[in-house]
């Protein structure tokens, strides 16, 4: 396939990003290269704009499923001790403070109980055969849209496809999500700050989740 699209050319950028994520774990960053390049080519013949979703949004994802299928193909990437052990420390910091507060830990929270990163944190969760559910309850008794926590590889699509994704959102709605999920606000309080109910900041939420959803899939 040829990369002489304007469109791919125009991200050759993303395929580096994407492939930079894999240096160093068995395969040489020339094949990881390629492979992003076809996953960047499938992506530009796949792309619809009229969906009103970016090209990046919708292309690094189909960049990493094609740089994945290299270690599927040769074998499953190996998962050092240490995070094999960060896995079992969060577990127990994890029961410890659900039975403490009542509430399963946000990621940053765990962060911060195992004095380290949320990078490793978020690769030494995705060891453990059953992934930790951050979903919580609402105060209205119904449940938020479950938006699963990306493996590690993948941080690179949080970077770039979270953002732009919420820098679509009008002023309001962003202020919304930025207050319970970057200020860790109840839906109460962040109902006082909007000059709103809970039920309506509930529903709004709910809302505004199921589009940045529909538009990171």
Do not use: W
């Amino acid at each position: 396939m040829s990369l002489s699209q304007p469109l791919a050319q125009e991200n050759l950028g993303l395929v580096h990003l994407c492939a930079n994520r894999f240096k160093n774990r068995g395969i040489e960053y020339e094949e990881l290269y390629s492979a992003g390049c076809i996953g960047l080519l499938k992506a530009v013949k796949a792309f619809d704009p009229n969906r009103g979703v970016l090209f990046s949004t919708y292309a690094v994802p189909v960049i990493l499923g094609e740089i994945k299928r290299l270690f599927r193909d040769g074998g499953t990437i190996k998962v050092s001790r240490s995070t094999k052990e960060l896995s079992l420390k969060l577990a127990r910091l994890r029961e410890e403070h659900i039975l403490k507060n009542g509430q399963e830990p946000t990621i940053s929270q765990l962060a911060q109980l195992a004095q380290e990163s949320e990078e490793s944190v978020i690769e030494a969760l995705n060891v453990s055969a059953a992934p930790i559910s951050l979903t919580q309850e609402n105060e209205d008794g119904t449940r938020q849209v479950d938006i699963p926590v990306d493996a590690p590889d993948e941080e690179i699509t949080e970077k770039l496809s979270l953002r732009q994704a919420l820098s679509a959102l009008d002023s309001s709605d962003r202020q919304l999500i930025c207050l319970r999920y970057f200020k860790s606000l109840t839906q109460t309080q962040t109902a006082k700050v909007l000059g709103m109910t809970q039920v309506q900041v509930s529903r709004r939420e709910k809302k505004i989740l199921e589009r940045l959803r529909g538009e990171l899939l």
